[in-house]
């Protein structure tokens, strides 16, 4: 099995990295300066214990990459980059290889099944953090990260096992969910504080924003017959696998979200995480007033070039009426 990293960023970097340290073949997709800094001088890993550099070949684009049956693609890019991924992948010649999606949410899936046959599922518990090009960190430990792997929608097959078995080789425990997609809906109740994080800031205190968020997303769950698996701090796997750890020399940056505010990308995953459940509750009559207000607020922030920590709590509160 040849592993190909699509998206060489936080999460796909100490993939990719992880891998290629234990010796798997490893082909990663990249852009800019991280692509410069890959085939310069490497990949660096850093994590509570680790600080490691390897050495990998990484190119631009799918089309770069002559496709073999024994491929598994991941894909690692944040959601409103994943249709025109796709698009590439089926340009290059990718048909029956399987298709991991390794990204939060629960979008990503559907659209890969509108391109691909063998689409998988991921569900991520992986405190990834991009510094620097060419460098990457994981806060997880003693496992880098725990992720739950499993077919779309529902099954697991020996594209699963084999992907589970050489992650967890390489630090990552990897576990074979033939219901994967109940731990993803349960990654997404954790994933509607993103943005308020991103908004107010990392020490903001934020407890009933978080209840608000969330008893919208059951109401909708309920609505949809969903019953989300809690992959949360009160998963029993946490304790032995992976628990949130310092790394050396590093400050933990927060949220996906807020590290793409502070990289000042222009875009953000909020419409795929509160903006899910806002669709949901439109498609179930449910109201999801307080996802809507974030959706809009997230999409204003990378609008606009905002940083991480830019919005009062008296604004939020004023909107919201908390």
């Known amino acids: 099995m040849r ?12 993939i990719a990295a992880a891998l290629a340290l234990k010796g798997q073949e490893v082909v990663g997709i990249a852009r800019g300066r991280m692509l ?18 390897v050495r990998l070949e990484c190119v631009a684009a799918p089309s770069e990459i002559a496709f073999r049956p024994d491929d598994a693609i991941l894909l690692c890019m944040k959601t409103q980059d994943t249709e025109a991924a796709l698009a590439e992948l089926r340009a290059a010649g990718v048909r029956d290889q399987p298709i991991f999606c390794m990204q939060n949410g629960v979008e990503n899936e559907r659209l890969a099944c509108r391109y691909f046959p063998n689409v998988h599922a991921v569900t991520v518990m992986l405190p990834g953090q991009y510094l620097a090009p060419g460098e990457v960190v994981t806060h997880g430990g003693p496992c880098f ?14 594209d699963d096992s084999a992907l589970a078995e ?10 074979c969910d033939p219901a994967v997609m109940e731990s993803k809906y349960g990654k997404l109740l954790m994933n509607l504080t993103n943005v308020v994080e991103a ?21 909708v769950y309920a609505a949809a017959g969903i019953s989300p698996r809690d992959v949360g701090p009160d998963d029993a796997r946490r304790a032995e696998f992976m628990q949130m750890k310092e790394v050396p020399g590093v400050e933990r940056e927060g949220s996906s979200t ?29 109201p999801t007033p307080g996802n809507a207000w974030f959706a809009e607020l997230g999409a204003r922030l990378a609008r606009e070039g905002r940083a991480p920590g830019s919005v009062t709590r008296a604004e939020v509160t004023s909107a919201l009426g908390l």
């Open 199 to 219: 908004a107010l800031g990392r020490d903001a205190e934020t407890d009933d924003i978080r209840d608000l968020l969330v008893a919208e997303a059951r109401a």
């Open 166 to 175: 050489v992650l967890t080789a390489a630090n990552i425990q990897s576990f």
């Open 145 to 158: 990260g725990m992720l739950d792997i499993g077919r779309y929608p529902q099954g697991i097959d020996a």
């Open 3 to 14: 592993i190909i990293v699509y998206g060489v960023g936080a999460v796909g970097g100490v």
């Open 258 to 286: 807020s590290q793409s505010l502070l990289r000042n990308t222009g875009r953000i995953e909020t419409d795929y995480l509160n903006g899910q459940i806002v669709l949901m509750g439109r498609l179930h009559g449910v």
């Open 36 to 53: 410069e800094a890959i085939r310069e001088k490497g990949l660096r890993l850093r994590g509570p214990e680790t600080d490691e550099t």
